[in-house]
C-alpha cells in the first residue's frame, strides 16, 4: 500500500488560513470517510484533530477543519498561530483493514 | 485519563527480533470497539501503520511487514506487544503505540513514543 501524498512543507504567517492536502487513491481517501489528520511535533504523541473526513474531537480548536474531494482531502488551519507550526499528517481506512499515513506535511509559521 | 506507554530494548541487534510493549491505563483494555495499534517513524520519514490489535487476539497487519511481525495482548496486565523478527537497520524507528476507535476508524490516544535503533 503506498503512503498518502502530502506536500512536504508549507508556510504561511500569523492570522492567515492555509490548506493541506493529502492525496490517495480510489482505494483509500476515494472510497471510504474514515479520514483523519494528526497534529505531531516530534518527540511528543501525535494529536488527533480532525475524523471521518470532518469531524472534530471535542477539545480541537474550531480553526481546524477537514474536507474531501474525491481522492483528495484536505485540512485547513484558520487564524494561524505560531503554536501551529508542527507537522501534520494524514490517514486513510483502506480495503482488506489496512491503513495508511501520509508522508507529512511541515507547516512553518513564518 | 487515558494513557499509553511504550517500554522495550533501545538497541536491538541486526537479525534480531525487536520487541516492545505497550501499558495502558486509565481504561478498560478490555473495551469494546477499540483496537489496539503500533505506528512507526523512521528517521526523516512519515508515520507507518504497523498493525492492530483487538483484546480479543485478532489481528491485522500491514501487508509490507506481516511475514515479520507478530502482535499479542496479555488483557490481565492491560498490556499489548510487538515482535518484529529479523531485524535491520531499516527498522530503525521511533515505535508509538496507540489506541484506535473502531467505529470511526481514527486513533484517539497515543503513547510518546520509544526510539529503537537495530545496530551492530
Known amino acids: 500500500q503506498s503512503a498518502l501524498t502530502q506536500p512536504a512543507s508549507v508556510s504561511g504567517s500569523p492570522g492567515q488560513s492555509i490548506t493541506l492536502s493529502c492525496t490517495g487513491s480510489s482505494t483509500d481517501v476515494g472510497d471510504y470517510n474514515y479520514v483523519s489528520w494528526y497534529q505531531h511535533i516530534p518527540g511528543k504523541a501525535p494529536k488527533l484533530l480532525i475524523y471521518?473526513?470532518?469531524d472534530r474531537p471535542v477539545g480541537v480548536s474550531y480553526r481546524f477543519s477537514g474536507s474531501k474531494s474525491g481522492n483528495t482531502a484536505s485540512l485547513t488551519i484558520s487564524g494561524l498561530r505560531a503554536e501551529d507550526e508542527a507537522d501534520y499528517y494524514c490517514?486513510?481506512?483502506?480495503?482488506?483493514?489496512?491503513?495508511?499515513f501520509g508522508g507529512g506535511t511541515k507547516l512553518t509559521v513564518l | 485519563q487515558v494513557k499509553l506507554q511504550e517500554s522495550g530494548p533501545g538497541l536491538v541487534r541486526p537479525s534480531q527480533t525487536l520487541s516492545l510493549t505497550c501499558t495502558v491505563s486509565g481504561v478498560s483494555f478490555t473495551s469494546h470497539g477499540y483496537f489496539w495499534t503500533w505506528v512507526r517513524q523512521r528517521p526523516g520519514k512519515g508515520l507507518e501503520w504497523i498493525g492492530f490489535i483487538y483484546f480479543s487476539g485478532t489481528t491485522y497487519y500491514s501487508p509490507s511487514l506481516k511475514s515479520r511481525l507478530t502482535m499479542s495482548v496479555d488483557p490481565s496486565k492491560n498490556q499489548f506487544s510487538l515482535k518484529l523478527s529479523s531485524a535491520t537497520a531499516a527498522d530503525t524507528a521511533r515505535y508509538y503505540c496507540a489506541r484506535v476507535y473502531a467505529r470511526d476508524w481514527y486513533f484517539d490516544y497515543w503513547g510518546q513514543g520509544t526510539p529503537v535503533t537495530v545496530s551492530s
Open positions: 490517514a486513510s481506512y483502506t480495503n482488506t483493514n489496512n491503513w495508511v
Open positions: 471521518e473526513v470532518s
